[in-house]
């Protein structure tokens, strides 16, 4: 299966995640007065970590994310801060869905959520974007390009979010807390080239640091686009989002072209100029303008990092599907690409050793 039919459409709410309908709907008559008359609750397939469901009602559609049930990681899944810093940057004038309300009491449904805006518009299951006009193909490419761009330019402090997260010392934080992710949870096992990776990420560092609020998982199918046009309506998906070095968050975006098309749709292997993307050195030169950088040196770490996280993500997946407690119904069969994702991370970092600053 393609990540399309993976996780494309709704569903009935899958048994692991049902919840007391009613005390939702009591919730939010008390709390979202736009949600008026009967509810209709919907699961989408989509969501790896934090089960996500459309509610529809008499008058308007929401959506609802909510923590999964059972026992979690210790600080994933964190549903207030995704409201948090969704509610913040839409104020500021960036594409998110409106914040309609966020319940921190287990007792309504069995775990925290938050409630937002349900924003219509188009949803690209892969960068190749196949539905466009070949022409117009550029424009979507350039669109990702700015706003991710428009994030890194914000000002945490100004945004009231310079408490979002630690600042300094970025990817010796974030290798220890998914080295430590990857370590404590044992249903997945470990594999040889994240233990590798454990040792030379840290001692491979670049010099200098930056803080930025960082999205964390941005790519094509984590954000809506306009039902015509070639632009943003909303980015989704913030849970992975903190203060970090935007680097790493562009860095992980661009990771699209090195990914094989069967982990998230990845445009390795690709023509992409039969196909009319923009190439892989052409964005990075537009981002790089746009955030006012001469270029990026260090690269190859920063893929070699980027990959070794993506591969913690999927070790997770793969645990909470042998617990029974995964997201999505197809938990097992991403699962499957964790040792390819440890492998391509740690090339990366061999590649990085030969080729210096790239």
Not at 11 to 20: G, I, L, N, P, T
Not at 40 to 59: E, I, M, Y
Not at 60 to 66: A, G, I, L, P, T
Not at 120 to 131: I, K, L, Q, T
Request: glycine residues 8%.
């Amino acid at each position: 299966m393609n990540v399309e039919q993976l996780n494309a459409g709704l569903s009935e709410v899958r048994e692991a995640h049902r919840f007391d309908e009613g005390a939702l709907r009591a919730w939010l008559r008390d709390h979202v007065p736009e949600a008026e008359g009967e509810l209709t609750v919907r699961q989408f397939r989509g969501g790896q970590s934090n089960p996500t469901f459309r509610l529809d009602t008499a008058g308007r559609s929401f959506v609802m994310r909510r923590k999964p049930p059972g026992v979690t990681v210790p600080g994933a899944h964190a549903v207030d801060r995704e409201a948090r810093v969704i509610g913040a940057l839409g104020k500021a004038g960036f594409p998110v869905p409106r914040i309609y309300g966020l319940c921190t009491d287990d007792a309504v449904i069995g775990s925290w959520f938050y409630v937002m805006e349900c924003v219509e518009g188009r949803v690209f299951w892969n960068a190749r974007f196949e539905s466009v006009a070949v022409e117009e193909r550029p424009a979507y490419f350039d669109a990702m390009n700015a706003t991710l761009a428009q994030l890194h330019n914000f000002d945490p402090a100004a945004l009231g979010l310079d408490d979002f997260g630690k600042k300094g010392n970025y990817f010796d934080r974030q290798i220890a807390r998914w080295s430590r992710q990857y370590l404590s949870d044992e249903a997945a096992g470990r594999d040889a080239n994240m233990d590798r990776l454990i040792e030379w990420l840290p001692a491979n560092i670049p010099p200098g640091d930056e803080s930025r609020i960082v999205h964390g998982d941005y790519r094509a199918d984590n954000m809506v686009f306009h039902p015509v046009e070639p632009r943003i309506a909303a980015v989704l998906d913030w849970e992975l989002s903190t203060l970090g070095h935007p680097l790493a968050d562009f860095v992980n975006h661009i990771m699209m072209y090195r990914l094989p098309p069967a982990i998230l749709s990845g445009l390795r292997g690709v023509d992409i100029a039969a196909s009319n993307l923009m190439p892989e050195q052409d964005y990075i030169a537009a981002y790089c303008r746009r955030t006012g950088r001469d270029g990026i040196d260090h690269i190859g770490f920063y893929r070699a990092f980027a990959l070794f996280r993506l591969a913690a993500i999927y070790h997770g997946i793969k645990a909470r599907a042998l617990r029974g407690t995964a997201a999505s119904a197809h938990a097992e069969e991403l699962a499957a690409h964790y040792p390819l994702l440890a492998q391509l991370a740690w090339s990366e970092a061999e590649a990085a050793l030969t080729k210096g600053n790239d």
